[in-house]
Nanobody, 128 residues
């Protein structure tokens, strides 16, 4: 069993940066696909970014490409989401997700149903 705990959320102004962290316990993450999703009030949960098990492939939603960067530190059993140039529309609860399988494509990496483990989320609020 994998437990995921997100941190780093907060209230920032448009144009600011934040770095989210997701620390895992129970298993080492070096063989897991890791991802970030988000859910804004009244909206469905949506894909943000994913990183392959080996870290060689990363995938992003069009809405965050060029502004957000996903990375992993297997030694610390942690995945990060560096968020730059934040916009009010980035306001949401951000969730990290993990799965031991290799996704192999953007489409699978972006699918909520592909992930078996989820954190509780961290709130990010961007004011205009």
């Amino acid at each position: 069993q994998v437990q995921l705990v997100e941190s780093g959320g907060g209230l920032v102004q448009a144009g600011d940066s934040l770095r989210l962290s997701c620390a895992a316990s129970g298993r080492t993450l070096n063989s897991y696909t890791l991802a970030w999703f988000r859910q804004a009030p009244g909206k469905e949960r949506e894909f943000v970014a994913a990183i392959s098990r080996a870290g060689g492939s990363t995938y992003y939603a069009d809405s965050v490409k060029g502004r957000f960067t996903i990375s992993r530190d297997n030694a610390k059993n942690t995945v990060y989401l560096q968020m730059n140039s934040l916009k009010p529309e980035d306001t949401a609860v951000y969730y990290c997700a993990a799965d031991p399988r290799s996704m192999g494509s953007w489409y699978r990496s972006a699918a909520i149903s592909e992930y078996n483990y989820w954190g509780q989320g961290t709130q990010v609020t961007v004011s205009s």
